[in-house]
């Protein structure tokens, strides 16, 4: 379940204070998804709670130098267990997610051949469901958003305005157009290096700068006047989902491959047709890959448009304050 409230910042806010009002909003997000976690109702709960984990510790990464260096380690430290703690539920309802797009994919003699396999991958799923159900009733998580609330909640209100003079602290505007431009100028000199030569790991690279980019966009949005922010959050996340794709079939790939070479010998007529299955899948997604990987350079050339540069870069410019 999505927590639909938003924060609200303004320029004036110290740049404490607003990192307040976000992880506040976060640790929300998390908390009110813990009852669909537990209960295994619906699997975008536990989506959900990641995203605002995952958040959460870009937020204390952009944000470093106004944080305490001992309590930013404390912060991510605990968001990096909640991240470990349910990476293998999140990855299982993926790969269970991919069964009707795998069934329509392969040949119909082969799509039987893949069914006892999904069906293990369920069974094993419910196991880990019941791990992390555990793991959201123990006292080490209980301690984790004890301390992400207790730092949120800490100060003065979120709803009234710190003077930043009296604090000593940098006012939000100035580090958000700071952070910002500073992460847009990266995503572009990352891009720019890519080739047809490059390295997957290069991709991938550009695919983490665009989503911390997004986030940054998404969390300073009020900051700035709505249009030309709303245009720089779509063109980030145009970018990113491209890249989303093409990072989803090479995950995919290295998961069928460990697959493959998993299924034991000998090899009798059921393991032989779920190998050809698994195989054929491979194959596809292979073809799949090299066809976004293909695609790169136009879409890339849409993102680094020299006008939409100049526009953008002169919005989120330090110089601007």
Same mark, same amino acid.
């Given at each position: 379940?999505?927590?639909?409230?938003?924060?609200?910042?303004?320029?004036?806010?110290?740049?404490?204070?607003?990192?307040?009002?976000?992880?506040?909003?976060?640790?929300?997000?998390?908390?009110?998804?813990?009852?669909?976690? $537990?209960? @295994?109702?619906? !699997?975008?709960?536990?989506?959900?709670?990641?995203?605002?984990? &995952?958040?959460?510790?870009?937020?204390?990464?952009?944000?470093?130098?106004?944080? @305490?260096?001992?309590?930013?380690?404390?912060?991510?430290?605990?968001?990096?267990?909640?991240?470990?703690?349910?990476?293998?539920?999140?990855?299982?309802?993926?790969?269970?997610?991919?069964?009707?797009?795998?069934?329509?994919?392969?040949?119909?003699?082969?799509?039987?051949?893949?069914?006892?396999? =999904?069906?293990?991958?369920?069974?094993?799923?419910?196991?880990?469901?019941?791990?992390?159900?555990?793991?959201?009733?123990? $006292?080490?998580?209980?301690?984790?958003?004890?301390?992400?609330?207790?730092?949120?909640?800490? %100060?003065?209100?979120?709803?009234?305005?710190?003077?930043?003079?009296?604090?000593?602290?940098?006012?939000?505007?100035?580090?958000?157009?700071?952070?910002?431009?500073?992460?847009?100028?990266?995503?572009? $000199?990352? %891009?720019?290096?890519?080739?047809?030569?490059?390295?997957?790991?290069?991709?991938?690279?550009?695919?983490?700068?665009?989503?911390?980019?997004?986030?940054?966009?998404?969390?300073?949005?009020?900051?700035?006047?709505?249009?030309?922010?709303?245009?720089? !959050?779509?063109?980030?996340?145009?970018?990113?989902?491209?890249?989303?794709?093409?990072?989803?079939?090479?995950?995919?790939?290295?998961?069928?491959? @460990?697959?493959?070479?998993?299924?034991?010998?000998?090899?009798?007529?059921?393991?032989?047709? &779920?190998?050809?299955?698994?195989?054929?899948?491979? %194959?596809?997604? =292979?073809?799949?890959?090299?066809?976004? &990987?293909?695609? =790169?350079?136009?879409?890339?050339?849409?993102?680094?448009?020299?006008?939409?540069?100049?526009?953008?870069?002169?919005?989120?410019?330090?110089?601007? @304050?």
């Amino acid at each position: 379940m999505k927590l639909e409230a938003q924060f609200r910042l303004a320029p004036e806010m110290s740049a404490q204070q607003a990192a307040r009002t976000i992880l506040g909003h976060l640790t929300a997000v998390m908390r009110v998804n813990e009852a669909g976690i $537990r209960q @295994d109702s619906d !699997i975008e709960c536990l989506h959900d709670f990641r995203v605002a984990a &995952r958040r959460s510790r870009s937020l204390l990464t952009l944000l470093k130098k106004e944080f @305490d260096p001992a309590q930013r380690a404390e912060l991510s430290a605990g968001l990096r267990v909640l991240g470990q703690s349910t990476n293998a539920l999140r990855d299982l309802d993926v790969y269970l997610a991919q069964r009707a797009r795998y069934q329509k994919i392969l040949p119909a003699a082969l799509r039987p051949a893949i069914a006892p396999w =999904f069906d293990a991958l369920g069974r094993q799923r419910g196991r880990e469901a019941k791990k992390v159900a555990r793991f959201l009733s123990s $006292r080490p998580y209980g301690r984790i958003m004890e301390r992400l609330e207790s730092f949120a909640t800490a %100060g003065p209100d979120p709803d009234t305005v710190k003077p930043v003079e009296a604090s000593g602290d940098t006012p939000i505007v100035a580090v958000a157009r700071r952070e910002i431009d500073r992460l847009f100028a990266k995503a572009l $000199r990352v %891009g720019r290096r890519i080739d047809a030569s490059s390295a997957d790991d290069r991709l991938h690279r550009l695919r983490i700068q665009c989503k911390q980019l997004r986030y940054a966009l998404e969390f300073f949005h009020g900051l700035f006047a709505p249009g030309p922010v709303g245009q720089a !959050i779509r063109q980030v996340k145009s970018l990113q989902e491209y890249l989303g794709l093409f990072n989803d079939r090479s995950v995919q790939q290295r998961f069928l491959f @460990d697959h493959l070479k998993g299924i034991p010998a000998p090899h009798g007529p059921r393991r032989m047709a &779920r190998a050809a299955a698994v195989g054929a899948l491979i %194959g596809v997604l =292979f073809m799949e890959k090299e066809h976004q &990987r293909a695609g =790169f350079e136009a879409v890339f050339t849409r993102f680094s448009d020299p006008e939409q540069v100049r526009r953008l870069r002169k919005l989120f410019s330090p110089a601007e @304050d």
